[in-house]
């Protein structure tokens, strides 16, 4: 019901309803669909974690129906990066809408970091948009203890230490991948997580050991000691060892 109010640009922002046309957001800018969505601090701090990509093709069109119309192009409906951005921009897109609501009439504020947080729990749950995505480091270490538990031994300090995870939600085929990167001294360099479907726990952690490999290759990293918790996974690593990933 939001989109289609959206796309059929009768939204009832506070412009069109001609009453306090202050936003409620920011109490600075005039309540357009525009502003809501993509101009006023609050929004846009909100992209600029869960989506950057998003606000900046937004902002490119400058009219959010313009743009709405723009996914209709065939370049967009065959491509499965551009559907997930879509997915997420949908969804950032209602929490806003929501979180204006929950200010405008039952008097709640919701930080920047709160609506962020609720997107990401939201596609986590729901197995969306997180898939292939990144989220920061900066994110996670705000919301999640990334400190090295006290058994992690660290790496030598011309090494870093890749640790990744696994974890499949009881009675679905619904899996959370993980890594963190640290240096010798236990710092975060960096942080992924995303999610998918797999047939079974061996082929979660296969997948989970290549897709590992692949983000090392695509961030060009070497001397990086790989750690898991799979034993099979990681001796059959071990019998292909090279000489800047251990
Ligand atoms: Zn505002």
């Not at 008097?107 to 920047?112: D, E, F, L, R, T």
């Not at 729990?121 to 705000?142: M, T, V």
């Not at 679905?172 to 963190?180: A, H, L, P, Q, Y």
Request: aromatic share 10%.
């Amino acid at each position: 019901m939001f989109l289609w109010k959206l796309a059929k640009n009768i939204l009832p922002v506070a412009e069109r309803l001609q009453k306090n046309t202050t936003c409620v957001q920011c109490s600075q800018g005039i309540e357009t669909v525009q502003h809501l969505l993509f101009q006023c601090s609050v929004t846009s701090e909100v992209w600029s974690v869960v989506s950057p990509e998003n606000l900046q093709d937004a902002t490119k069109y400058g009219d959010v129906n313009q743009w709405l119309q723009s996914w209709m192009d065939k370049r967009s409906l065959f491509s499965s990066k551009r559907q997930h951005l879509r997915n997420l921009a949908v969804i950032t897109m209602w929490f806003l809408w929501k979180s204006r609501w929950l200010k405008l009439f039952e008097g709640k504020s919701q930080s920047p970091t709160i609506i962020t947080q609720q997107i990401f729990q939201f596609c986590y749950a729901y197995g969306l948009c997180i898939h292939n995505s990144y989220i920061p480091c900066s994110y996670i270490s705000n919301h999640i203890s990334i400190k090295p538990r006290n058994d992690w031994i660290p790496p030598s300090s011309d090494w870093l230490k890749l640790n990744f995870d696994v974890s499949i939600l009881p009675d679905t085929n619904f899996v959370g991948f993980s890594i963190v990167l640290r240096n010798h001294l236990g710092d975060c360099l960096e942080a992924v997580a995303w999610t998918r479907n797999v047939r079974d726990v061996d082929q979660a952690e296969v997948l989970a050991m290549l897709r590992v490999l692949q983000w090392l290759k695509f961030k060009g990293l070497c001397k990086v000691q790989v750690e898991g918790d799979n034993k099979s996974v990681m001796e059959a690593m071990n019998k292909n060892q090279s000489e800047s990933i251990r």
